[in-house]
């Protein structure tokens, strides 16, 4: 987290928003794209199963 909180702060904001904003956008994306790996993984892994 602290690597993303550093990249966050390195990251040029060509958009203009509020810093915070834009973290808590990026934590979302982060979020979603997590839970839709984790989706897909328990999927495979219980098509392997059968």
Do not use: F, K, S
């Amino acid at each position: 987290m602290v690597v993303l909180g550093l990249l966050a702060d390195v990251a040029p904001d060509p958009t203009g928003v509020d810093p915070a904003e834009n973290t808590a956008l990026g934590v979302t994306l982060l979020v979603v794209t997590a839970l839709a790996v984790l989706t897909v993984a328990v999927v495979l892994i219980r098509r392997r199963r059968r």
